[in-house]
């Protein structure tokens, strides 16, 4: 009897300590999976991050219409690598204690895949002949998808990793910083520029200037066929199809690119603003631009108008660049 319970007792603490040891491998393997997922996912950030820091070197390159192709290239092998690095992702191997944060790496790494590929598209039209505008106003919004990438990097994937690793007794890597650079890129007249000096091969120095004298003027303005005088007061029929025609001239020595001419009419709130770019303009060139108003000031009384041709980079001269006028609408 003794000898019966002594062997049970014997097989008892066998059983103990199979279980115990059986649990601590366990425990060892799932603290080593999920500190192999804390480097590969951080490795998979620190790639992404690689992917931006290139994307914003190039749209601050100095561009020019030789670059053209490269350029669109470059951000179509951009579009290709991100979506590569959201495949790899969900390919890791994911322990369920940080399935929560692999949810939001997904969110990460897709936003910066789209965000991509709406930069490679938008620059497609930017850099080409046809709605300039349009496709720079895009590249602009392509800014929003990584910014959010970032918020959700950095208030959701890192704490919930962090919040495991410390758990378990795992140290914290050292994870990359954000993807957009610096919180101008979400200024869309920055953007605008940068994406401009890309196009005339202006870019790479700040947006300098190429040597010579640069400056465009306001040559004549009229209104519905009612030619309008600077500090006069015209009248001029009120009708729904209204248009200015403005003639531009470059007063300078340099080809222009992506001349903004503006229009308002009225003041305060409700005044309405209109514009159109020119697109090139030679030395010593006049053209008219076209702007419809698209809508129906007050009638019978004097409203005040100015039109703009906004200065371009390296023009000093800019007090020929604005006139106001006096406008009454007769119904």
């Known amino acids: 009897m003794l000898r019966r319970t ?16 059986v649990r601590g491998c366990v425990n060892a393997r799932n603290k080593d999976s999920i500190e ?13 991050k690689l992917e931006g820091n290139a994307l914003f070197k190039l749209l601050q390159s100095q561009g020019g219409s030789d670059e053209v192709v490269n350029i669109r290239n470059s951000l179509n092998g951009y579009r290709v690598e991100s979506s590569e690095l959201v495949d790899r992702a969900r390919g890791l191997d994911v322990p369920g204690d940080v399935s929560g944060a692999q949810r939001h ?97 202006t870019g790479g120095g700040g947006g300098e200037a190429t040597p010579g004298l640069h400056g465009n003027g306001l040559a004549a303005v009229s209104l519905g066929g009612t030619t309008l005088t600077p500090g006069a007061t015209a009248s001029v029929p009120s009708s729904k199809d209204l248009s200015f025609q403005v003639q531009v001239q470059n007063q300078g020595e340099n080809t222009e690119t992506d001349v903004n001419v503006k229009v308002t009419v009225g003041s305060g709130s409700d005044a ?45 001269k800019t007090d020929n660049n604005k006139q106001e006028f006096t406008v009454i609408f007769t119904s």
Do not use: C, H
Not at 36 to 48: F, G, M, Q, V, W
Not at 285 to 292: A, D, K, M, R, S
Not at 304 to 309: A, K
């Open 36 to 48: 192999n997922y804390s480097n590969d996912s951080t490795e998979l950030l620190r790639a992404s």
């Open 272 to 316: 309405i603003e209109r514009e159109e770019p020119i697109d090139t303009i030679a030395a010593g060139e006049i053209q008219t631009v076209t702007i419809p108003l698209g809508e129906q000031p007050p009638t019978g009384q004097n409203v005040p108008i100015s039109v703009e041709v906004e200065p371009v980079p390296g023009e000093q």
């Open 6 to 21: 002594i062997a049970g007792v014997g097989l008892l603490l066998v059983l103990i300590l199979l279980v115990l040891g």
């Open 105 to 201: 790496l997904l969110d990460v790494l897709e936003l910066r895949r789209d965000g991509l590929a709406k930069v490679a598209d938008a620059m497609q039209v930017a850099l080409g002949d046809q709605n300039r505008r349009e496709g720079t106003a895009r590249v602009s919004g392509a800014m929003q998808y990584f910014l959010a990438s970032d918020v959700i990097q950095q208030a959701r994937f890192e704490p919930t990793v962090d919040e495991v690793l410390a758990d378990k007794d795992i140290s914290r890597p050292d994870y990359p910083s954000g993807f957009v650079p610096d919180v101008q890129w979400l200024d869309p007249s920055f953007v605008a520029d940068q994406v401009n000096a890309l196009r005339s091969g």
